[in-house]
DNA sequence: ATGAAAGCGCTAACAA
DNA sequence: TTGTTAGCGCTTTCAT
């Protein structure tokens, strides 16, 4: 493969000048600027990524680890991110760390040796690894699931349970379960949370956690179905694919014989029938929030952390009309 | 950031001894190597990846370029391609082209910038960009779509449309549509050959061609519907949720009024009722193949290309009985 | 405006 | 077994 030296060689000028001229530094004759970029051509050169980012001590591209990629919510994010940082000239590379603080490790390590100019996370857990990302000062920025000392953006997912319950409270649901996501991820524990806030009595409490997956939710909703609720409130949208599935063998309908709102509006979510209530999340826009965050920590690095909150709002469907 | 020169110091050894050490070559003191593993600890020592790649001229990064990181067919891709490749050691990273060639040629760039080891490509076109990857060296694998003198992994799309429409005719429809994806992308022409292959004059050529995403299905089943058709063969799931969408609007029942089949066996399908009949590919392992392809071409460079073929399936479901 | 040369942090010959 | 040293390809002073 063709180096700068190569280059250098048929433009017939010194290796700086190519540099100079291929980064479209102002002080070059545009003469030679033109001839270098022939040879550049010519040779189908290509610059030394490691090269370079070792020279610079930096690189335009961020990474985006995300806990899974087979999840609507988060590849809407991933567009997000995308779409802001190509803007600002960074590419993104994306990291599925599959819910498994191991591999959320892995990718932390890999981003930090390649020197990423910057880190999207959405954090698996604890996460001591983040620790190194701190040490290196390599900026980072949570989206999703909170992380202490460090730019945030968050859904005030609490408050939007609560909402969607209150919802199915005052459609006159009166046994209204909560199908969650696994005990210490943050969002699952809010979602929780903004249950109960709303029950004030007006239900009894029919809990149960599962894996943010569709088995989760298939093996939730067969347990809770023994408490027999006339309503659900479904963490995410790959749980509800299972509780609607266990919902359909067990011959209830959704809307009819139980109610069902779930968080996350999933592109299949009006197909079904009736269609599915839901807790609609800006997702495309936390990712650009997140990509928008870290352009601006890159810029002003000692700046105090930003913590942005964003709402979630509440599409009323078929599966919630008593 | 330590460097490993810093370790050396701390351990009180040269740097050669430091690498030596944390690559786990044999030839070195295992009191030695302790040392050295304790001191990178205490200073969390974070080997500097350009500075690596630079020397060793290579990386353990293979990049996976997919067309729309959110349709599910190629989300499930990545699957199988991160859980091949990690076993093996290497990262992967995500890059979304967008079906955008102008973006894909962005991530060719920076692929072979950053000198992955190698890529797995979803090509997006006639792709003019793949000869630079071609002439770096750097192995590539194209997924879904071909590409020529190249490692591919295809999916008999021709043969399985074909199979879907005689299901189709078999089950009594005579006016048997096609809702097929854009023309030029070759899993988008298969599918339409494979639907012609079929009809035999049992039903007239009812063809639609529209972008692979909702709002091309949308778009091409209203317009379609004027042609009153009895049933549909859609190209990927997500034009079926257009597809589905229409139909809704206009009042047709899917399994009743029109008899729809559609490709990729999205998690939603047997939501939605009745249950739709899908032409399922094996996405997860035609990933994993691919990940194997590349590491077998990187551990043998000169062999002839390799074209593996897998099968798709029909499962057959209540949006086709008659 | 251009070139010469140093050096980013690491690994791999080569010596010892 | 360990250390010394050259150099991977690039950018960036510092001269000119």
New interface residues.
């Given amino acids: ?1 063709a180096t700068i030296n190569d280059v250098a060689h048929l433009a017939g000028v010194s290796t700086a000048t190519v540099s100079r001229a291929l980064n479209g530094k102002s002080t070059v004759d545009p003469a030679l600027a033109e001839r270098v970029r022939s040879a550049a051509d010519e040779l ?1 050169y ?9 020279r610079r001590r930096e ?1 335009a ?1 961020f ?1 985006l680890i995300i806990s899974d ?2 999840n ?1 919510f988060f ?2 994010i ?2 997000g991110v ?1 779409d802001t940082a ?1 803007t600002a000239g960074y ?6 760390s599959d819910e498994n603080p191991e ?1 959320e490790r ?2 932390i ?2 981003a ?4 990423v100019a910057g880190v999207v996370l959405s954090p698996t857990g604890a996460s001591p690894s983040i620790e ?1 990302l701190r ?3 390599t900026p980072v920025v949570a989206v999703d699931r909170p992380l202490i000392a460090c730019d945030q953006v968050l859904v005030d997912s609490r408050r939007a349970a609560r909402e969607a319950t209150e919802h199915l409270i005052a459609a006159g649901y009166t046994r209204i379960g909560c199908i969650g996501g696994p005990p210490g991820v943050r969002t699952a524990d809010d979602r929780v949370a903004g249950y109960r806030d709303a029950l004030h009595g007006r239900s009894p409490r029919l809990e149960r956690r599962a894996e943010y997956r ?1 088995t989760g939710g298939r093996q939730a909703a067969r347990d809770l179905l023994a408490d027999s609720p006339d309503a659900l409130l479904v963490a995410n949208s ?1 749980m509800a ?1 299972g509780v ?2 266990v919902l ?1 063998e067990a011959g209830l309908r959704p809307g009819r014989d139980v109610g069902v709102v779930a968080f996350d509006d ?3 979510t ?4 009736p269609s599915l209530t839901v807790v609609a999340q800006p997702a495309r826009e936390i990712g650009a929030e997140a990509a928008r965050l870290l352009l601006a920590r890159i810029a002003e690095p000692a700046h105090p952390p930003v913590v942005t909150i964003l709402g979630a709002h509440l599409i009323p469907r078929g599966s919630t009309r008593h």
Same sequence: chains 1, 2.
């Fill in positions: 493969m189908g290509q610059p030394n990524g490691p090269a370079r980012n070792l690189t591209v990474a990629v087979e609507p590849t809407a991933a567009r995308e190509q590419s993104v590379v994306l990291c599925n591999k892995r990718y390590d890999v930090l040796q390649e020197r190194r040490r290196g000062g569709t790959s694919i609607l599935e359909a999933a592109p299949w009006t197909l079904i029938n």
